[in-house]
């Protein structure tokens, strides 16, 4: 089955099960995984959700909207270049592994 890494501030991975269509964001609540606040609830309007996509990641996922664009900017921990909301990228159909770091903070 297709997964979601989830890698730690500190180093610690986690990979966890999803299916074509299920978001970075949802998974991560649902697995309460640490650092994915998501106060929105999936809006694309906290930022809460910033996830750091690994480079080999980077080209399964489709480009990153307007709205989400905007909204990166303020991000408590800094834009990069590999920025992304994790409420915003859904699992791809036909891809296996997707990693993505959770940032130091996110408020
Ligand atoms: Fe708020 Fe993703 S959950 S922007």
Do not use: F, K, W
Request: glycine share 8%; charged share 15%.
């Amino acid at each position: 089955m297709p997964q979601i890494t989830y890698v730690q501030p500190d180093g610690e991975r986690r990979s966890i099960p999803v299916a074509p269509g299920a978001t970075v964001m949802l998974t991560a609540v649902a697995n309460n995984v640490p650092g994915i606040v998501a106060e929105c609830g999936g809006a694309a309007m906290c930022a809460t959700c910033h996830v750091y996509v690994d480079e080999q990641s980077q080209a399964l996922l489709p480009p990153v909207s307007e709205v989400e664009n905007e909204m990166l900017e303020s991000a408590a921990s800094g834009r990069r270049e590999n920025s992304r909301l994790g409420c915003q990228i859904a699992m791809p159909d036909g891809v296996e592994e997707i990693v993505v770091h959770i940032p130091s903070t996110q408020n």
